[in-house]
């Protein structure tokens, strides 16, 4: 270790008693005036001291709960304050020592997870059936936060611990091997077995009855001899959830039951369920049997006297349609989180569907990663819904780019000194597990060329070299993508160092046949792989150091689509590097689960902040993304109206999708709003805006009554199936009486476009320029879709708003350079609802063949967007259910 790293590793490991960069700064010269400290140079004393801010400067979201009404005691920290020396405490240590957690990642780790643990019942007490939801990010730590639930629970000396993971053998020998090292098992000096420390050495290794070869089997049980009343070493089973495997596993408590001779096993259980959303929930209709998987579940937790249920997920849309009143005299209550749901905060340095798609240029910082495919180039090579037999012989260029720029990414990385770093790149482009062999096969072919190309650049005139085709490739790719990296390597440097990068690097598959990538078994020198797989790298499966994704799927589903989201996680130190490419209707769907998953976990904050439990409110979730539903229609089963149900308070809807083809329905629309101007002359106003920078000030209509709106809502024309569904507006106003609703303000708000025939004209003075909107074509009959979420502004929401009000919005939100449109229509102002009408010229970059119409267009489309306050508990909910259009998409399928 040098005397840099020496500094700099004493530095970070006092830092946890600071909070400021002055103190940092303070603590790091008392720390240099040491002896040992001697020779330490300025560049090692900065490059220290900037790790070490770096590390301070990560903060965390709220966490919060959702709980039932009845009084949980609480009980667990009276507990834990008199256990001495724990084993949360050495799982403390490991991540701080071997998984380099920061310290206010594992602070936050621990309040989170003290919390959970009071929730989960206290297995000392009185008997208890606890049922409970935890909701993360994907790829945020899910894993290392359960593990720790495992020591906490342990501590607590919850008797048996049973995880059920996922579908997949590949899956769950990894969660296997990840609560090896992190609750302690045998000799072999992993994980916390590694830590030396005396005050550790008395605390046992948990029976485990599964291993990373052999889940759960009727053998299993051979030779257990403990009493799972009175052990004191915790017994674990880590499972999928296989029918077989949860049958062994209650046939053998159910005989330990009858020795015992009694009809319940007097012990506690915890049941962690990993993807709780997936596989775990009853899709059968309601007055059938449970599916195999959710009774065998029920079935167990139903042996014992003191039983805790936990769901981890991180779409938890499934669990929220789980019927609550649901309960069987044979397999007990069905598991919807009746007890609590805690949302669990996100770290300022996890990149997740929010900062990657979100609309927020404030809070989207990594939208450069996204790389928009063309589905006319992709589809040449390989077609999006190709048969199982096909073959694939040739790289799409854009195929091509992708492994170049992870060939390049790993030279920088080792630029970087993340030489033992673990890098990825991944490759899911189709469910069939034949083609996975062909694409491998190609993918192969393609980097042995390169891996000999680069071997040979230095031994070839520098001149003949450039000549070489995929140097040529390497080159261009280069430059279209990373010639705005923040680093001072030219390609020339790259390319010279490229080959002692690159050497290692081979191609893998992960599928329900095959598991190629070992992680451990390259941990000295780092994994460097092409993984290329489908269903099995959707589901929890973890991708180290993944920095390069080619995705060319299609689902319905939110679950779904943002659980194949492998690139979310942490990225710290080469987040910069990282691409996603991915097809326009997909980044779509994203840009809208977005907003939903956030619109999601803000309903679920109301209601907490509201004191409602996880029975009394219906969840709110966006719908109307045309060709997207929540989850699988076998998972929303709790009768046919009750699909899902929609509150529309505090909410934006916007027509994001239109045509630009059909002038007739366009004329009609327009015609529309002019009658509606017309009716309304006398109102028309400038006050609306109170804006102090525009010169023209933007016309608007104020303290229109409510029948007028939903009149105007009923006549406007809009494509199926999209978000803007005038019924179900219509449906929610007329259910919602609330005097609030009663009047609306209507703007006009102008556009920049000054373009000769571009004004928009609806008669009584209201004119103006028209608004430029990047679209993308959706259908080729000419129905496209706005390239991002919004149709207006982030600061249209001010429209009908005093300059007080909206210094007062501004005083709530300090910490935002852009505060969002949402947040003008918070419950504090009381304000009217807004209609904002849109003037729109379209226009598209994309390569389609609409693309010369669309963009000859110069007749302004009118687009509606609706901002409704947020009402607080007076809202009403309505029910609705998918619409036709989704019948005809396929639903996500295993891999074949």
């Known amino acids: 270790m040098t005397n840099g790293e020496r500094f700099s590793s004493m530095l970070m490991s006092t830092i946890s008693t600071v909070q400021t960069e002055p103190e940092l700064i303070d603590l790091a010269e008392d720390l240099r005036v040491s002896p040992i400290f001697k020779d330490l140079t300025d560049d090692e004393f900065d490059e220290a001291v900037n790790l070490a801010l770096e590390t301070i400067k990560v903060s965390f979201g709220e966490s919060f709960s959702i709980e039932a009404n009845e009084k949980h005691k609480s009980w667990f920290d009276n507990y834990y304050k008199d256990l001495g020396v724990t084993r949360w405490d050495r799982y403390d240590d490991y991540l701080k020592n071997q998984k380099n957690f920061e310290p206010k990642v594992r602070q936050a780790m621990k309040e989170n997870l003290f919390k959970i643990t009071d929730l989960l019942g206290n297995p000392n007490g009185d008997n208890f059936k606890r049922k409970g939801l935890v909701v993360g990010d994907v790829q945020s730590g899910k894993t290392a936060n359960y593990v720790g639930l495992m020591n906490l629970a342990t501590d607590a000396k919850y008797k048996l611990i049973i995880v059920l993971t996922g579908t997949t053998n590949t899956l769950r020998e990894q969660t296997q091997i990840r609560i090896d090292e992190g609750l302690g098992r045998g000799t072999n000096g992993k994980g916390v077995k590694a830590i030396r420390n005396a005050q550790y050495k008395d605390f046992r290794d948990p029976v485990y009855l599964t291993s990373p070869d052999d889940d759960f089997k009727a053998s299993s049980r051979k030779n257990f001899g403990l009493s799972l009343e009175s052990t004191n070493t915790p017994i674990i089973i880590v499972t999928k959830k296989n029918v077989s495997s949860l049958k062994n596993i209650y046939n053998w408590l159910e005989e330990y039951s009858k020795k015992q001779n009694n009809t319940q096993i007097d012990s506690s259980v915890l049941l962690i369920d990993d993807e709780a959303d997936f596989a775990s929930v009853n899709t059968k209709k309601e007055d059938d049997n449970p599916t195999a998987i959710n009774s065998s579940i029920r079935e167990i937790l139903e042996l014992f006297t003191k039983s805790s249920y936990i769901g981890f997920t991180a779409t938890p849309y499934a669990n929220i349609f789980i019927d609550p009143k649901s309960e069987d005299d044979m397999f007990g209550q069905d598991l919807f989180p009746k007890d609590y749901i805690y949302i669990l905060g996100e770290s300022s340095e996890y990149v997740g569907v929010q900062s990657i798609f979100s609309d927020d240029e404030e809070v989207a910082i990594n939208k450069k990663m996204l790389i928009p495919l063309s589905k006319e180039e992709v589809s040449t090579y390989l077609p999006l ?18 492994i170049n720029l992870f060939l390049i990414s790993n030279v920088i990385r080792d630029f970087k000194e993340q030489t033992t770093s673990h890098r990825s790149m991944l490759f899911n482009v189709s ?76 191609t893998a598959i992960v599928n329900k046949d095959s598991k190629e990538v070992d992680y451990l078994l390259n941990e000295d ?17 973890t991708l180290e150091g993944l920095t390069i994704s080619y995705y060319w799927r299609n689902s319905v589903m939110y679950d779904s689509l943002l659980q194949m989201g492998r690139w979310f996680g942490y990225r710290n130190g080469y987040k910069d590097l990282c691409k996603i490419f991915m ?102 106003t400038t006050s609306l805006d109170s804006s102090k920078r525009r010169a023209n000030k933007v016309k608007g209509i104020p303290d229109v009554p409510k029948y007028e709106i939903i009149k105007l809502i009923e006549n406007y024309i809009v494509e199926p199936g999209s978000k803007f569904d005038p019924n179900l507006i219509r449906n929610w106003l007329l259910e919602n009486n ?18 000769t025939g571009t004004n928009f004209d609806y008669g009584n003075g209201i004119i103006g320029n028209s608004s430029l909107r990047k679209v993308y074509v959706f259908k080729e009959d000419g129905v496209v879709k706005r390239d991002r979420s919004r149709l207006g502004s982030p ?94 998409k396929e639903t996500e399928k295993e891999e074949e």
């Open 385 to 402: 819904k190709h048969k199982k037999h096909d073959m694939f012989t040739t790289l799409a260029p854009s195929m091509i780019d992708a």
């Open 431 to 506: 469910r069939f597990t034949d083609m996975h062999q062909h694409i491998k096969v190609v993918v192969n072919e393609y980097l042995e060329k390169v891996k000999r190309d680069v071997r040979l650049y230095g031994k070839l005139d520098s001149d003949e070299a450039l000549t070489h085709n995929s140097i040529i490739s390497l080159k261009s790719s280069y430059e279209k993508y990373y010639n705005d990296l923040d680093t001072q390597y030219t390609f020339d440097e790259i390319l010279c160092n490229m080959n002692d990068s690159i050497y290692r690097i081979h």
């Open 525 to 541: 020198e780092g994994e460097r792989v092409i993984v290329i797989g489908g269903f099995a790298l959707s589901r929890g499966l």
């Open 583 to 684: 097809e326009r209707d997909v980044i779509s769907d994203f840009k809208f689960i977005a907003m939903a998953t956030q619109e999601l976990k803000e309903d679920l904050e109301i209601n907490s902040k509201r004191g409602l439990t996880p029975l009394q409110f219906g969840i709110k979730v966006r719908s109307g993304q045309v060709g997207l539903i929540i989850t699988a229609r076998n998972k929303m089963r709790n009768g046919e109206k009750i699909t899902a149900r929609v509150n529309y308070s505090k909410a934006i809807i916007e027509t994001l999708t239109f045509s630009v083809l059909d002038s007739e329905h366009n004329q009609k629309n327009k015609k529309i709003i002019q009658n509606f101007v017309e009716e309304h002359k006398s109102k028309i």
């Open 738 to 755: 609330d005097a609030q609703l009663d009047k609306w303000d209507v703007v006009f708000p102008t556009g920049e476009l000054e373009e």
């Open 795 to 888: 600061n249209d929401g001010r429209f009908g708003l005093s300059s007080s009000e909206i210094e007062l919005v501004k005083s709530w939100h300090t910490s935002k350079k852009t505060i969002p449109q949402i947040e003008y229509f918070d419950e504090r102002l009381e304000r009217k609802p807004l209609l904002a009408v849109y003037s729109v010229k379209p226009y598209t970059e994309e390569d389609s063949s609409l693309k010369e119409q669309i963009n000859r267009i110069t007749e302004p489309i009118s687009l509606l967007s609706i901002g409704i306050p947020d009402l607080g508990g007076k809202s009403k909910y309505v029910n609705y259910t998918v619409n036709k259009i989704y019948q005809d």
